[in-house]
């Protein structure tokens, strides 16, 4: 099977670039990363892309009169690498409409909770303030909303009584590390079907186990029942 050529968008430290560097290095990985774009000059995962010989280009969104030519000139620096698949990772620019709809199904994202619930910023933030008991993230295909569009995959984290914003970000980051590259293998190995508006996946066993927090130990015990 032809090997996907994946381009990675970035604005910041790229740990999840990291993660897709990672796996593409693993023989059989059904996919490549042909470039990383960065709309920052300062972004550390640029520093990851080139550790990996990977071609890094910077576009600046301050560079340009408005949203529709900055998406243009991503665009074309994309189609100029032969991208098939474009990956959000940390991408902090909304895109519009335009390029939305040119890649559509061929534009996914993470994004670091249980998506519809904490779209936008500040996720780990709100879900602390909402008392939710679990959290996680999300890889999704891309719509015009933001951080909105059909789920690929998810990943439930607990969120622990003592959680912090910070403590809770790590244990979701690390799920993150595992889903993404997992969906965009799903995609490379052409498994991925979306009908109306849902993904289907070929070949793959929908989790099975309902998540139970806080479990009461006394419960649990077979004496208790
Ligand atoms: C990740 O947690 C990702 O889910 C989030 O930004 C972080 C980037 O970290 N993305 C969003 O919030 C998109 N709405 P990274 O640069 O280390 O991959």
């Known amino acids: 099977m032809a090997v996907l050529k994946a381009g ?11 993660a897709l560097i990672d796996a593409a290095q693993k023989s059989g990985y059904p996919a490549t990363i042909a470039c990383v774009i960065s ?15 990977i071609p890094t280009h910077i576009i600046s969104h301050r560079d340009f009169k408005d949203r529709l ?62 008392g939710v008991k679990f959290s996680g993230c999300t890889v999704h295909f891309v719509r015009a909303e933001l951080d909105h569009g ?9 969120v622990l009584p003592e959680d912090t914003e910070e403590t809770l970000a790590a244990r979701v ?13 799903f995609i490379a190995e052409h498994r991925v079907n979306v009908l109306d508006e ?8 929908a989790a099975s186990e309902t998540l139970i927090s ?4 006394l419960a649990k015990s077979p004496a208790a029942q």
Not at 39 to 53: F, I, M, P, S, V
Not at 214 to 217: F, R, S
Request: one cysteine or more; proline letters at 5%; charged letters at 20%.
């Open 8 to 18: 990675v968008l970035i604005s910041g430290r790229g740990s999840n670039l990291q």
């Open 39 to 53: 709309n920052d000059a300062t972004a550390g995962g640029l520093e990851r892309a080139k550790a990996a010989n």
């Open 69 to 130: 030519a900055f998406d243009q000139a991503l665009d074309a620096k994309l189609q100029e690498e032969g991208v098939q698949l474009v990956c959000l990772a940390g991408f902090m620019r909304m895109l519009g409409s335009w390029f939305v709809e040119r890649w559509r199904d061929r534009l996914i994202n993470i994004h670091p909770s249980l998506l519809p619930a904490f779209a936008g910023l500040d996720t780990h933030e709100r879900a602390l303030e909402q």
């Open 150 to 158: 059909p789920i690929i995959i998810q990943a439930v984290v607990p």
């Open 173 to 185: 980051l690390e799920a993150e590390h595992k889903i993404y590259p997992e969906a965009v293998r």
């Open 198 to 205: 849902r993904v289907f996946i070929t070949g793959i066993a």
């Open 214 to 217: 806080p479990i009461d130990g």
